[in-house]
């Protein structure tokens, strides 16, 4: 048996198109053009990279987009007043602080400033907590995209077993909130978490995202099972150049899985989308506009 490939690649197009249709129908109806501003601090190159396909995908879905680069010495202080500026700005409905800060630059500090109500990435505390008792929160885009992912083809998954290996606040824990809350059976495994092999052979659904290349083999996964590979890693090739690979061996789960995402083109691309879709959320919620209203298809 060879599992379907879950091709994120096109459902974040879906998305994107689905997004652009309600940008165009917010200034048409409401006049009201959602804004995301991305802040980014340092000159760290898969940050550039990130930053610059957020601001072209923001712009291709219609909205306002505001890139704020600042230099890698830029005090606390400084990075605070931005977020300032831009919690006061009406016309911003969402902010993102690109991550990692440099050293001076507490990072929760940082996303502690953000107005809960435009923090798009879903990082602050009040949204985790919000998210954590069931009330409505900005949800952070990696776990969204992967929920949506997982609805997609999987429908209902309810009393599903899930394993979502890491624990980070980015992703391991939001992801297994997100889970719990679809009444999945969830376990949250980790870097101390004994016969990892044994309790990943019980997923009905599987989510590693842990940052080592490859570690999730084919003889760890229950036939059948939806695999989410959260993973980027890069790793050297042959000829000297490098390539990017998951957190689970492809070829191998593949053929075990009935689901999988792969590296690169399967979780990547659903952040992005999940960005924007994040950012309408926000502007729809401090405008009193429904969301629901709005189209659901691009
Ligand atoms: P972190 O480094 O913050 O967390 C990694 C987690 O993996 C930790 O909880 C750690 O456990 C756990 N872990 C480490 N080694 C093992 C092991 N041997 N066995 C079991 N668990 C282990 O990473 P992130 O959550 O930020 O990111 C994870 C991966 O996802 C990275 O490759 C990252 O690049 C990628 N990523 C991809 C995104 C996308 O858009 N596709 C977005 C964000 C991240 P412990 O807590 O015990 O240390």
Redesign the pocket.
């Known amino acids: 048996m060879s599992a379907e490939i879950i091709d994120g690649r096109a459902f974040s197009e879906d998305v994107k198109k689905r997004v652009a249709s309600q940008v165009a129908s917010l200034k048409e109806h409401h006049g009201l053009q959602p804004g995301l501003a991305v802040v980014l601090v340092g000159e760290d190159p898969a940050s550039q990279v990130y930053v610059r396909n957020k601001n072209r995908s923001t712009v291709e879905a219609g909205m306002r987009s505001e890139e704020i680069r600042l230099s890698e010495n830029t005090s606390e202080e400084e990075v605070l007043s931005v977020v300032e500026r831009l919690n006061n700005d009406p016309g911003i409905h969402g902010i993102l602080v690109q991550l990692p800060l440099p050293p001076q630059v507490n990072e929760m500090a940082v996303l502690d400033a953000i107005d809960p109500a435009k923090d798009v990435d879903g990082f602050h505390v009040i949204n985790t907590g919000r998210q954590a008792v069931g009330l409505p929160a900005m949800v952070p885009c990696?776990p969204l995209g992967c929920i949506m992912m997982l609805k997609d083809r999987l429908g209902d998954l309810s009393g599903l077993n899930a394993v979502v290996?890491?624990?980070?606040n980015?992703?391991?824990k939001p992801m297994a909130s997100l889970l719990l809350a679809e009444s999945c059976t969830v376990t949250i495994?980790?870097?101390?978490?004994k016969d990892?092999p044994a309790v990943c052979r019980n997923a009905d659904i599987l989510v590693a995202?842990?940052?080592?290349p490859q570690?999730v083999k084919g003889d760890w996964v229950k036939p059948g099972a939806a695999i989410i590979d959260?993973?980027?890693?890069r790793v050297p090739k042959e000829d000297g150049k490098t390539r990017l690979v998951g957190?689970v061996d492809f070829d191998e789960a593949k053929e075990i899985a009935g689901y999988i995402t792969p590296v690169p083109g399967g979780?990547?691309p659903m952040?992005i989308a999940c960005l924007l879709a994040n950012t309408i959320t926000a502007a729809c919620r401090s405008n009193g506009i429904d969301e629901a209203s709005l189209p659901d298809v691009g």
């Open positions: 990696t290996i890491g624990r980070s980015i992703v391991g495994a980790h870097s101390r978490t990892l995202a842990v940052g080592r570690m959260v993973g980027i890693n957190d979780v990547g952040t």
